[in-house]
């Protein structure tokens, strides 16, 4: 229980208004998360900024009080869902700081100002230095940041000067920067730009242990060089912020590179036969394309069939001029997006006519430019294709599909699939569906019963034959979205020791009381068992 001076002390550090407690009907929008079941919690504090943070930290260490981090609630994984824990809003720290190029330009905003006059702020900037004959570097401007600002409202006042942080999700409106550079976050285009950690330059913030930060930086990736996206470990070491999912401390103000807004985009859908084809085109497609290559996405055969059958106004728009096959007997469908105009959408149709890979691809392709509207809507369509084996609409869909965001070499894609197909032998009750970012490895795969019963009672029998597979071909479980509290047991039971001993240490050294997301990777007991 919590006591009633560590209320008092939260209270006098951000003010009796920001914090929420059990009596407040706002108080349900932070216990529910993205996916799974309610949580509790006895209080949401809502800290102003850095300081506020930093001794909401401190009070939180004195009276060994858990918190649980709050930013966009967009998260997969419930690592934002309460089990008790004191919920850490950090919304409020949501302000833009500052722009400034690789010759020494800067702009600073010192005040909250609305969109339309940071833009007009912008705009004024750069006509100032064009005046001045001192042109802004817009090859190289990166952009500071506290940590609550959105994808969506970052993109909205960079358009200004026709630049952009390229963290394409369907979660951008309230996905935080902040958020999405200490999990990793990877969006569609990670085959060109890495993840939003990559993407970073330096995090500044508060240690679980209520330490200032400093400028913390990435060092070189500890993870193998041919797979971008690894959440299962800390990407860039225990001495940063970056990539270390909020369980060593917190960001709240961050430095990223931005990029200029592809003025056109091509896109073409095609027809697979195999993993092994896809590995191969992939590596043609950016031998001949290099950067302009931006995706590079899958949807298998059942996913595909998902889409068509619970979303067929995406086909009828899409396929308009060009025709879908009367059956989708593809194994695999291809969608690779590339940045350019109209000549470069001819130079694709003419190498893959050209490339003798496509002599294995069945099917088709289309030139359609919105064909990735068809993978951004594979996570609908296999919502969808769960409810309608529930036996009831008030059944959670997790009591019927065992759903996993895998990541590995492409090269080792192909026969990790035969391998989980094969459990159909064992489960004959599943479709397996999978989709994802296949051009850097990682794969949501999907695992839905659909004789009408429940997974209960075989889930957990069903789940460690899946995590056996994937540890035999060197595949992580959970990859662009974290660990967090749903693979905690997963991480601990199929980690290396080598692996499990290092973030250990870096969460003794930063959060030894694991006040800070005390469940997510199995913290509290990797802590207390070392």
């Known amino acids: 229980m919590l006591s009633p001076d560590c209320i008092a002390a939260l209270q006098s550090i951000v003010g009796p208004s920001y914090c929420i407690d059990e009596s407040s009907p706002a108080i349900s929008s932070y216990i529910t998360p993205e996916r799974g079941l309610p949580g509790h919690t006895p209080l949401v504090v809502r800290p102003a900024d850095h300081a506020q943070l930093q001794a909401v930290l401190a009070a939180c260490n004195q009276f060994r009080a858990p918190l649980v981090i709050r930013a966009g609630n967009t998260g997969l994984v419930e690592a934002q869902r309460p089990e008790g824990e004191i919920v850490l809003d950090l919304s409020r720290i949501n302000r833009l700081l500052s722009l400034q190029d690789a010759a020494g330009h800067q702009v600073t905003f010192t005040t909250p100002d609305d969109i339309t006059e940071t833009e007009a ?7 100032e230095l064009e ?20 994808i969506y409202a970052t993109n909205q006042v960079l358009e200004v000067i026709g630049r952009t942080i390229p963290i394409e999700m369907a979660s951008h409106y309230t996905a935080s920067l902040g958020a999405c550079v200490a999990n990793g976050t990877a969006a569609a285009n990670a085959i060109r730009y890495g993840t939003a950690a990559d993407q970073a330059v330096a995090a500044w913030g508060i240690w679980g242990n209520g330490e200032d930060t400093g400028e913390t930086q990435k060092k070189s990736r500890n993870v193998p060089c041919n ?3 690894n ?12 990539g270390t999912q909020g369980v060593l401390g917190i960001i709240t103000r961050l430095t990223i590179t931005t990029q200029h807004i592809p003025q056109e985009r091509q896109a073409v859908l095609l ?6 084809a896809i590995e191969q ?31 067929e106004d995406i086909f009828a728009r899409l396929f308009a001029m060009h025709p879908a096959p009367a059956t989708l007997d593809a194994p695999y469908y291809v969608m690779i997006q590339l940045m ?32 990735k509207s068809l993978r951004h809507f594979a996570t609908e369509a296999s919502n969808l294709a769960t409810d309608a084996v529930k036996a009831s609409p008030a059944d959670e869909r997790e009591h019927y599909r065992l759903a996993l965001d895998i990541a590995m070499p492409l090269a080792k894609i192909d026969a990790c699939m035969r391998d989980l197909y094969a459990l159909r032998d064992i489960y004959p009750f599943l479709t397996i569906a999978e989709f994802g970012h296949i051009g850097v490895g990682a794969l949501h795969v999907h695992l839905i019963r659909t004789d009408g019963e429940p997974l209960t009672a075989i889930k957990k029998e069903l789940l460690n034959d899946v995590l056996q597979c ?44 694991a006040i800070l997301n005390p469940r997510a990777f199995g913290k509290v007991r990797l802590l207390s068992e070392t």
């Open 470 to 513: 994937l540890a035999r071909h060197g595949a992580t479980y959970s990859a662009e979205h974290g660990v967090g509290t749903k693979w905690a047991e997963a991480f601990i039971a199929y980690t290396p020791p080598e692996i499990l001993q290092e973030m250990t240490a870096a969460m003794r050294a930063h959060d030894p009381h």
């Open 131 to 150: 005046a001045g004959k001192d042109a802004l570097d817009t090859e190289t401007i990166t952009l500071t940041a506290q940590t609550a600002l959105s």
């Open 227 to 229: 797979l971008i996206i």
């Open 340 to 371: 350019g105009g109209s000549d470069l959408a001819e130079q694709l149709l003419i190498f893959l006519q050209e490339t003798d890979i496509l002599e294995q691809h069945i099917g088709y392709a289309s030139d359609a430019g919105d064909v």
């Open 271 to 276: 027809a697979m036969d195999s993993y092994i």
């Open 281 to 311: 085109l992939k590596q043609a497609v950016q031998q001949r394309f290099g950067e302009q290559l931006e995706q590079y996405e899958l949807i298998s055969a059942a996913s595909m069939r998902q889409i068509r059958q619970h979303k």
């Open 231 to 242: 959440s299962a470990r800390f990407p860039y070491g225990g001495d940063t912020l970056i």
């Open 121 to 127: 702020r912008i705009t004024h900037w750069r006509r």
